[in-house]
T-cell receptor
Framework: KAGVTQTPRYLIKTRGQQVTLSCSPISGHRSVSWYQQTPGQGLQFLFEYFSETQRNKGNFPGRFSGRQFSNSRSEMNVSTLELGDSALYLC????????????FGSGTRLTVV | AQRVTQPEKLLSVFKGAPVELKCNYSYSGSPELFWYVQYSRQRLQLLLRHISRESIKGFTADLNKGETSFHLKKPFAQEEDSAMYYCALFNYQLIWGAGTKLIIKP
């Protein structure tokens, strides 16, 4: 079965712009989580969606937002981009919030210039 | 506070030697712990979850609640084990260690 698909793979944006990243989970997975990965801070949790509802949110400013659609696809949006938002953004899906672990996408590499 | 600590940023061992990647956690409840691996140019993938007590690619990890540790072990390292390894604690989100880069020398 198809894995977790993230688009686009790479993005270059200018400070102040906004960006939308997309994630298609594994078929049947209803939980989608987003993580930010940077060399300095490592992997950090952004938020989790389940059945179109945000269930949990990490410690990121309100510029970071997301949503989930009825087909479980998810998008995350970052507004008013800052240089520090440059990172690899990873999406992960699972059947539910469980101890089965998560399946990750390849990520979207965002560079803010 | 919940925290995962991987004390070694880099671990280099010879092929055939035993490997132990350290992971310590701080959590007040009953932890759900995972090891994830990222091979070069590949996506992050689940290696082990403590609840299943399984062995994957020869790796095992035992939860030691007394020492709050979940070290990853393999008796005989292989070159294809070279990768980045992350220990993670699940508490409504994955809380990650900083990762250990494992290099297996031929």
């Amino acid at each position: 079965k198809a894995g977790v698909t993230q688009t686009p793979r790479y993005l270059i944006k200018t400070r102040g712009q906004q960006v939308t990243l997309s994630c298609s989970p594994i078929s049947g997975h209803r939980s989608v989580s987003w993580y930010q990965q940077t060399p300095g801070q490592g992997l950090q949790f952004l938020f989790e969606y389940f059945s179109e509802t945000q269930r949990n949110k990490g410690n990121f400013p309100g510029r970071f937002s997301g949503r989930q659609f009825s087909n479980s696809r998810s998008e995350m949006n970052v507004s008013t981009l800052e240089l520090g938002d440059s990172a690899l953004y990873l999406c992960a899906s699972s059947l539910d919030r469980s101890n089965y672990g998560y399946t990750f996408g390849s990520g979207t590499r965002l560079t803010v210039v | 506070a919940q925290r995962v600590t991987q004390p070694e940023k880099l671990l280099s061992v010879f092929k055939g030697a035993p490997v132990e990647l350290k992971c310590n956690y701080s959590y007040s409840g009953s932890p759900e712990l995972f090891w994830y691996v990222q091979y070069s140019r590949q996506r992050l993938q689940l290696l082990l979850r403590h609840i299943s007590r399984e062995s994957i690619k020869g790796f095992t990890a035992d939860l030691n609640k007394g020492e709050t540790s979940f070290h990853l072990k393999k008796p005989f390292a292989q070159e294809e084990d070279s990768a980045m390894y992350y220990c993670a604690l699940f508490n409504y989100q994955l809380i990650w260690g900083a990762g250990t880069k494992l290099i297996i020398k031929p």
